[in-house]
């Protein structure tokens, strides 16, 4: 679209008034790019070069000497002259040999016989994919100009010479705005506009002199030196993700388990590694060693990355993959948003479910104190490990301390029955970018509220000697607060970032079901209050130079501590013999236990890179790092058991808040003691010590990637309240890996890697301590003769790219573990083999065969749409033989614990954007799986395969507002285990509906 002479005249004389006094504008380049860590000196005024190229400076009329120098070393001269004070000057300087050749060129703005005219041209292009965005509007301000990006993200304007705000809008990725765009005479000024639909995407200037060429970025799947997959902030808002569980679901090769925890090509949690910001992850789980990543809401995460072939740089425990999640960074410019969200479930909401009183602050997620472990209690007694005598001695204690300790508890114990509230929730967030002469400096604050109750509906359970029926409701409270600082300055950059985040799940299960063995039917009631936080200080910066080559050295100190505080647990049975029409009476004691694990972290890392470019045709990726982590866990652990002492004078039959009473306390009918074991608190370190050095040749068609990584941790264990001795394990371990990327075609591309890395034990899995399942409460005792699993990983993965945005890929992998860890059954008999322990077995083999593809189905002026998806084979044997796992669980081989044989996922979108619509259509299907092993001829139980449907609605009716609705669950299939093919549990979730309204101010 050509501008007509007068708009032109009308922005040349707009101009003309902003400018009052005369200016000398500079650009500096090299081979057609920005020169970066250039002072320009004019008249003695000294400025550094913007990472655009340019540089401004006010003049007066006279002669004006031009000193040019980088890091101290001089790079040329010049001089020019203006002849009155309105007189402006445009300096294009490009260096040549590391001489500066400038083209000056003097005019009087306003006086010019023809209006001197620049190109402003650019690519708006996605911020995860790289690909274009087409039907974007690209307006320039102070001008009636405007132009949409064609199916290729393209504009283009020829504009006098001067500086303009740009505005970019979007119906679903909303507006953005470009300040201090300088358009020069007869230069073209290339502008690339990256934005997310989440309204965090980075826009970035990029200037280049003479033919506008494109640029063609691809994914970061295209670019990577490894098999990775992304998740952007884009794809997250589009699919309507809450968190970084539910963000991965849909990645091929990976399933989500209850929820929280990943499993990447059949790998559980031990053979993945979690980093945020590049730091490693402590966890808030007692009984894992992988991260929930439900605790990560997608308000403050900016993108995943999940690499799924090994490379240097990675923790050398990362076999399954890498999950790396990064936060939100600070924005080009102003910005603040204020979303409210409200939602429902078909089954739940407005129905009656199973509660009990709680504090005053539940819904914060914030326990008052209410179900805080008594100190009276817990001075008594010692922590539960010890009890109070009562005797005539002196020393002894009498009738009414044992009351007293009784009496400090909360008798709190009943179930009542509420009606289940909506779902409700609110964010809100603010960002800013102030750019200088030096560089510049940016915040983004972030918060989050979320109130959610859930329900398990219909739930039924029918498994060897159980059968019956159970209720369990939860109230779900999240709280998320985040604070990133940048500052730009020079060739360097600095960060800031604070997290905190918390989940509270407020949970009441009651079962009733018949035990066959005990020729009773049993109802089971518990309580449980479980606070999880993760806390995170880091502090990382960037430094570009040239010493070798291009050159970048990064680094992160970090400290973090998660938390996983769980007061005041209630369980408790009442029983009446079977087909018996007496009343139910309580059975056993009430157990109420308290637990507290708290995690700290000390992360220290460096990285540093060089490309050297040792020819035309040959490119040098070098890399080597270090990295320190150190992480301190205390657990403290104390149970109680409140029991009927007298029960003549006390019925059994009485709930639980009128059996312990106080006067039946101060009778001494009743009382509560200490029930806490010597292991059940210990104290744990883990340290890992790396370093890594790679080498990356890349010649043009083919890049070659050698490299090792070396480390070393140690970890130990101690009980403070046993007389057990500390235990250690330590090691060091070389792990090298070789890889390779054949670029066929322009448009394909082939890799292929081999590579070896380790699994460590967790820390749960050699403690001594006693953890519970909290879904099943189960005993699971460690192990600590535990040894080290190592690997070997194969790779080969076939990419072909349609277009920036379209591809597909198909995988193939390979692994061989060696001494691999596996949960299995505790070797005991009666109550003693109840629960779960883990061994090394004698090996594992896993194979399987990933397909990912996406592809534009149509795009016209109005409308746009794609269809996506991806399918997973998985394949895998554990060799048992010769083990006490092959004895005890009476197979010699099964697979993987948590592996699918098959996932799938598919997903078809549809744009409207002239109306700033879209819809989304999303289908999730995972195999059955190994839920958990089971003891001699019994089956292992299985989670039975599941396909959710889930759709996504979005409308931008301006760039204030922006409207999102999605239903998860749509045909509430339900969640189903199995043994032997029959089924043994099952239940319905219901299904969600979640709207939002999101504002920009």
């Known amino acids: 679209m050509k501008p007509n002479r007068m708009l032109l005249g009308a922005a040349s004389a707009l101009f003309t008034v902003q400018v009052m006094a005369g200016q000398a504008v500079f650009y500096v380049t090299e081979e057609g790019s920005a020169v970066r860590d250039l002072a320009v000196s004019v008249d003695g005024q000294k400025k550094l070069v913007s990472s655009s190229g340019f540089v401004v400076f006010d003049i007066e009329d006279g002669s004006h000497k031009v000193e040019l120098s980088k890091f101290g070393e001089w790079m040329g001269e010049f001089e020019f002259d203006t002849t009155d004070s309105s007189q402006n000057a445009e ?91 300088r358009v020069m005479g007869n230069v073209n000024t290339g502008v690339n506009l990256t934005m997310s639909m989440s309204g965090d995407g980075m826009i970035e200037e990029v200037v280049a002199v003479g033919s506008y060429i494109p640029s063609t970025a691809t994914a970061q799947e295209r670019d990577s030196s490894a098999v990775l997959d992304a998740i952007g902030s884009e794809q997250m808002a589009r699919f309507g993700d809450s968190n970084a569980a539910s963000a991965l679901k849909r990645v091929a090769g990976v399933s989500v388990v209850g929820g929280q925890f990943a499993v990447v090509r059949g790998m559980a949690g031990r053979y993945i590694s979690s980093t945020l910001n590049g730091s490693l992850m402590p966890s808030t789980d007692p009984m894992r060693r992988d991260v929930p990543l439900d605790l990560f809401p997608s308000s403050v995460l900016g993108g995943i990355d999940i690499q799924k072939s090994f490379t240097p740089d990675m923790p050398g425990d990362s076999t399954g993959g890498a999950i790396g999640m990064t936060t939100k960074g600070v924005p080009d410019g102003p910005e603040t948003k204020l979303t409210l969200s409200a939602g429902m479930n078909s089954r739940t909401t407005f129905s009656d479910i199973e509660s009990y009183n709680g504090g005053e602050t539940d819904w914060l997620g914030i326990d008052d104190g209410t179900r805080e472990l008594p100190s009276y209690a817990d001075s008594m007694t010692n922590g ?32 009542r029955s509420v009606q289940a509230k909506p779902t409700k929730g609110f964010a809100i967030s603010n960002g800013n970018y102030s750019e200088n002469d030096n560089g510049g400096f940016g915040h983004y604050a972030a918060f989050q509220y ?84 993760f806390l995170n200080q880091q502090f990382s910066g960037e430094h570009y130079f040239n010493l070798i080559g291009e050159d970048q050295l990064s680094w992160r100190v970090g400290a973090s501590q998660t938390r996983r505080y769980e007061p005041d647990r209630r369980t408790y ?88 009473t106080d006067s039946n306390l101060d009778d001494y009918y009743v009382s509560i003691t200490g029930t806490t074991t010597s292991t059940d608190s210990y104290e744990a370190e883990d340290n890992v010590y790396a370093g890594y050095l790679s ?62 890395t380790i699994s460590r034990p967790g820390i749960t899995e050699r ?64 109550s003693a083999s109840d629960g779960y322990t883990f061994d090394n077995v004698t090996g594992a083999t896993l194979q ?52 699918s044989k098959y996932l799938s996922n598919m997903q078809f979108g549809v744009d409207h954007l002239a109306t700033g619509q ?69 239940y319905y979730e219901g299904t969600k509906i979640n709207t939002s309204v999101t504002f920009n101010f």
Not at 931 to 941: F, V
């Open 91 to 181: 300096v294009q300087v490009e260096m040549i040999a590391g001489e500066a050749m400038p083209d000056i060129n003097v005019y009087t703005p306003g006086q010019e016989e023809a209006v001197a005219l620049g190109q402003l041209s650019g690519f708006l292009q996605s911020a995860e994919t790289g690909g274009p965005v087409a039907g974007a509007r690209v307006s320039v301000d102070g001008t009636e100009q405007a132009v949409m990006t064609d199916e290729d993200g393209f504009f283009s304007f020829e504009l006098p010479r001067g500086e303009y705000s740009v505005k970019v809008n979007h119906p679903n990725y909303g507006e953005q705005d470009v300040n201090s765009v």
């Open 384 to 415: 539960g490990l010890d009890n109070p005598t009562v005797c005539s001695s002196s020393t002894c204690a009498t009738e009414a301390d044992i009351a007293a300790i009784g009496k400090s508890f909360e008798n709190n114990y009943n179930v």
């Open 450 to 533: 979320k109130d959610e109750w859930t329900a398990r509906h219909d739930a039924s359970i029918n498994d060897v000697g159980e059968d019956g029926t159970y209720e369990r409701s939860q109230r779900k409270v999240d709280l998320a607060g985040y604070l990133a600082l940048g500052l730009d300055s020079g060739s360097s950059s600095y960060s800031s970032k604070t997290i905190l985040l918390r989940k509270t799940d407020d949970t009441t299960k009651v079962s009733d079901a018949v035990y066959t063995s005990y020729d009773q039917r049993q109802i089971q009631t518990t309580l449980q209050w479980v606070e999880r936080q």
């Open 573 to 660: 049975t009442y029983a009446v013999s079977t087909n018996s029409t007496a009343t139910p009476s309580l059975i056993g004691s009430v157990e109420r236990r308290y637990s507290d694990l708290t995690e700290d972290s000390i992360d220290l890392g460096v990285d540093y890179s060089s490309d050297i470019e040792l020819d035309n045709a040959m490119l040098l990726k070098l890399k080597t790092g270090i990295l320190v982590s150190n992480k301190s866990r205390t657990v403290d652990m104390q149970r109680y058991g409140a029991k009927i002492i007298d029960s003549s004078s006390v019925s059994s039959t009485l709930s639980p808040e009128e059996i312990f």
């Open 695 to 756: 080498g990356e040749l890349d010649m043009n068609s083919v890049s070659v990637l050698a490299g090792a990584r070396f480390e070393s941790f140690e970890q130990s264990l101690e009980y403070p309240d046993s007389s057990k001795e500390e235990s250690k394990l330590d090691d060091s371990f070389l792990m090298p890996v070789i890889s390779a990327n054949w670029r066929a075609t322009e448009d394909s591309q082939i890799r292929a890697s081999i590579s070896q």
């Open 767 to 830: 403690s001594e301590s006693a953890s519970y399942d909290p879904e099943t409460d189960d005993v699971l005792s460690g192990n600590p003769d535990l040894e080290v699993s190592k690997i070997v990983n194969l790779d080969l993965r076939g990419e072909y790219y349609f277009s920036d945005e379209d591809s597909m890929s198909v995988a193939l992998f390979y692994k061989d573990i060696t001494d691999p860890i596996e949960r299995t059954v505790i070797d005991g008999s009666g």
């Open 848 to 899: 399987g065969l990933e397909i990912d593809f996406r592809k534009s189905v149509f795009s016209e002026s109005e409308f746009s749409g794609f269809v996506g998806g991806n399918f997973s084979y998985i394949d895998s044997e554990v060799d048992l033989s010769g083990t006490d796992a092959e004895r005890l669980e009476g197979e010699s081989s099964r697979e993987l614990q948590g592996q």
């Open 918 to 986: 879209s819809l989304t259509l999303l289908v999730n299907y995972f195999g059955d799986r190994i839920y958990a092993t089971a003891r001699g001829s019994l089956e292992s139980e299985i989670e039975n395969e599941r396909t959710t449907v889930d759709l996504v609605y979005s409308y931008d009716p301006d760039e204030f507002i922006s409207v999102k609705a999605k239903v998860e669950n749509l045909t509430d299939s339900p969640v189903r285990y199995s043994r032997s093919d029959s089924v043994i549990e099952e």
